[in-house]
């Protein structure tokens, strides 16, 4: 697994400059989408490729930063590491949509107050996570509690995989039912506001009771989540960079999946076949291999099932009956842009491959993955390429 090369004592310093980076991030986030106003489908594409660039491009500047201050090896192993967590919990975080749609679903949320919800929902998450990831760092000294957290990633895959559609009530909530115990909600918006004045007394508009509903909802997944980064990564630095990364992009990847999440039915089972995948490494694997599963062979076979997951969905499309079915431009816009990410990384693995066959090293890490399981990937992300660029067009031409 790994040891703690970054602990908090010795390089508080990188956490608080990592923190003044995500502040600076945020604020230029909200100071372009300031006013309330619908994110179009096209934007939320452009700000979640971007997002996807700045993690990338950070997993490169945490290789050199590694490579640095201890080695080379140290550099490439905590770099994948970091890409594996954070591919993770961007999968992960798919499934928290899903509950995002109802609940905006239940409570009416107009578009155009959407992003200002999910803002402050990021933020309430990172200092949540923030608290799990390092009571988390403090339990994993203990042998055994790896093996518990194993152990609970096992079940809960398990339980994803079984369980039935979500049901949202908010009701239901013990977190809701005590706040309305101390501040009546008025039964209509009032804007983007959380807090009006009715009368003279001070009311919570529904847009707080969804807020605090998706801030408990995330606190829940939490729970899920930042065990199995734990699951690759030991480093606490590594776990939470992650995470945010993850969360931050979390939004425009939320706009631009919302019309047809449905239709990545089965996206939930190939989620939980990661969740007991990082469980079995935790308890078995990890031991099984002197210590430490190579990184790159798992980052492989996360990417892999994720594609086989919506290779399926597409091929086996789920027969329901949507209530409000998405437009054919968003389906259409939805397809070409999951299309050329899959073409763009089918070519990446092919060049990565082609590299690594004449002893290049493109990128850190690779050389423990092998050329083979490089090209038995660009192939699964160019079946994707085609059948979803292929759909669009036979969707245009209809």
């Given at each position: 697994m790994g040891n703690t090369w970054f602990p908090f004592a010795g390089y508080w310093w990188l956490y608080l400059g990592f923190a003044g980076l995500v502040l600076i991030l945020l604020a230029i986030d909200l100071g372009y989408?300031?006013?309330?106003?619908?994110?179009?489908?096209?934007?939320?594409?452009?700000?979640?490729?971007?997002?996807?660039?700045?993690?990338?491009?950070?997993?490169?500047?945490?290789?050199?930063?590694?490579?640095?201050?201890?080695?080379?090896?140290?550099?490439?192993?905590?770099?994948?590491?970091?890409?594996?967590?954070?591919?993770?919990?961007?999968?992960?975080?798919?499934?928290?949509?899903f509950v995002f749609v109802l609940v905006f679903r239940y409570f009416a949320v107009p578009p155009r107050f959407q992003h200002k919800i999910l803002f402050y929902g990021v933020l309430g998450a990172m200092i949540f996570r923030a608290i799990f990831i390092a009571?988390?760092?403090?339990?994993?000294?203990?042998?055994?509690?790896?093996?518990?957290?194993?152990?609970?990633?096992?079940?809960?895959?398990?339980?994803?995989?079984?369980?039935?559609?979500?049901?949202?009530?908010?009701?239901?909530?013990?977190?809701?039912?005590?706040?309305?115990?101390?501040?009546?909600?008025?039964?209509?918006?009032?804007?983007?506001?959380?807090?009006?004045?009715?009368?003279?007394?001070?009311?919570?508009t529904p847009l707080m009771i969804v807020l605090l509903f998706l801030e408990t909802t995330d606190i829940m997944f939490a729970v899920d989540s930042v065990p199995a980064v734990f699951g690759v990564t030991r480093d606490p630095f590594v776990v939470y960079t992650s995470n945010v990364f993850a969360v931050l992009g979390l939004r425009s990847l939320f706009f631009v999946l919302s019309g047809a999440l449905e239709r990545f039915h089965i996206l939930k089972h190939g989620l939980a076949v990661i969740l007991v995948f990082v469980g079995l490494k935790m308890i078995w694997l990890d031991h099984a291999f002197g210590g430490r599963f190579p990184i790159g062979a798992s980052l492989a076979i996360i990417s892999v099932v994720i594609a086989v997951s919506i290779i399926l969905s597409l091929l086996f499309p789920k027969q329901i009956k949507l209530k409000s079915p998405p437009p054919s431009r968003q389906k259409k816009v939805l397809q070409n842009v999951l299309g050329i990410v899959f073409l763009f990384l089918a070519f990446a693995s092919v060049m990565c491959a082609i590299g690594l066959s004449r002893g290049a090293r493109l990128l850190p890490g690779l050389d423990?993955?092998?050329?083979?399981?490089?090209?038995?990937?660009a192939a699964g992300h160019a079946v994707c390429a085609v059948v979803l660029l292929r759909a669009s067009a036979v969707q245009k031409r209809s």
């Open positions: 989408h300031r006013g309330d106003r619908a994110i179009s489908i096209r934007a939320a594409g452009a700000w979640t490729a971007a997002w996807m660039a700045l993690a990338l491009a950070f997993s490169f500047v945490l290789y050199l930063f590694a490579a640095a201050r201890h080695s080379p090896a140290i550099g490439r192993q905590l770099s994948l590491e970091f890409l594996a967590g954070y591919v993770v919990e961007e999968s992960l975080s798919v499934d928290n949509m009571l988390g760092a403090t339990l994993i000294r203990v042998d055994w509690i790896m093996i518990l957290f194993g152990v609970f990633l096992v079940f809960t895959g398990i339980r994803m995989a079984l369980e039935k559609e979500k049901r949202i009530n908010p009701g239901d909530s013990p977190v809701i039912r005590w706040v309305c115990r101390f501040f009546p909600v008025t039964p209509e918006h009032h804007g983007a506001r959380f807090f009006v004045t009715v009368d003279g007394m001070p009311h919570i423990q993955v092998g050329a083979g399981p490089l090209y038995w990937s």
